[in-house]
């Protein structure tokens, strides 16, 4: 089952895909996380993105097609994956498609996260993930159950994003506007348009994706 989680920095895709991940063994993919892990380990790749994702831009098209056609070919995502902040620009959809023609793989579904723009500036400054893991957390909707100790690995050590502040995170909302948005209709044409509930509750949110998967 391959899939695509759309919707605004902040919309919850990577706390969805963590659960839809486990659930059905299928790989999370975020290119956010794959450009992070290159601006880290300092490439080339790395060091082009690295003011673009601090500004709160889109990295060129041609930097994350590449990134994710050489991903979805290892096989550990034979069985499946879960495209997480990718595509953002209807360039990014239409190269996914022939990559995917390309492949003989098929996009099973495309499930928009609908949420009001007005949280999600307090859903990113909220947020931090775990240091060793990478598994989500907030302040305030998702806490770990023992504080300060990852459910997930038992760390307590825990990170926030650099990109993760107020005028940061008002950049990325008009890149998505600008960018992303115009994939609801592409996709809703494909007939491959879902969408679920992304302000209610976390487990009610993935209640929501569970349907439209079974
Ligand atoms: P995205 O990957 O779309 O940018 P995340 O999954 O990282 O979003 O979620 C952003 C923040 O909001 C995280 O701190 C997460 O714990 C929290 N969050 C995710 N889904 C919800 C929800 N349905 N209600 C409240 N907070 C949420
Ligand atoms: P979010 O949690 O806001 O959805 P991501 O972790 O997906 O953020 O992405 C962080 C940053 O990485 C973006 O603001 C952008 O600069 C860059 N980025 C990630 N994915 C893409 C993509 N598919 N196309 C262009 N830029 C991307
Ligand atoms: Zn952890």
Do not use: W
């Amino acid at each position: 089952m391959n899939l695509i989680l759309l919707g605004p920095p902040g919309a919850g895709k990577g706390t969805q895909a963590e659960t839809i991940s486990s659930k059905h063994g299928i790989i999370q993919l975020s290119t956010g996380e794959m450009l992070r892990d290159a601006v880290k380990a300092g490439t080339e790749t790395g060091r082009q993105a690295k003011a673009l994702i601090e500004a709160g831009e889109l990295v060129p098209d041609e930097m994350v097609v590449g990134i994710v056609s050489e991903r979805i070919d290892r096989p550990d995502c034979a069985n499946g994956f879960i495209l997480d902040g990718f595509p953002r620009t209807l360039g990014q959809a239409s190269a996914l498609e022939k990559m995917l023609d390309e492949k003989g793989k098929t996009l099973d579904a495309v499930i928009e996260l609908r949420v009001d723009d007005e949280a999600m500036v307090e859903r990113i400054t909220g947020r931090y993930s775990c240091s060793k893991c990478g598994m989500g957390y907030h302040d305030k909707y998702k806490q770990p159950a023992k504080d300060g100790v990852c459910d997930k690995c038992g760390s307590t050590e825990f990170t926030r994003r650099a990109d993760d502040n107020e005028e940061t995170v008002r950049a990325r909302l008009l890149a998505y506007y600008r960018s992303t948005a115009p994939l609801i209709g592409y996709y809703f044409a494909k007939d491959r348009y879902n969408y679920v509930d992304g302000m209610a509750e976390i487990d009610e949110v993935a209640r929501q994706i569970e349907d439209i998967l079974t």
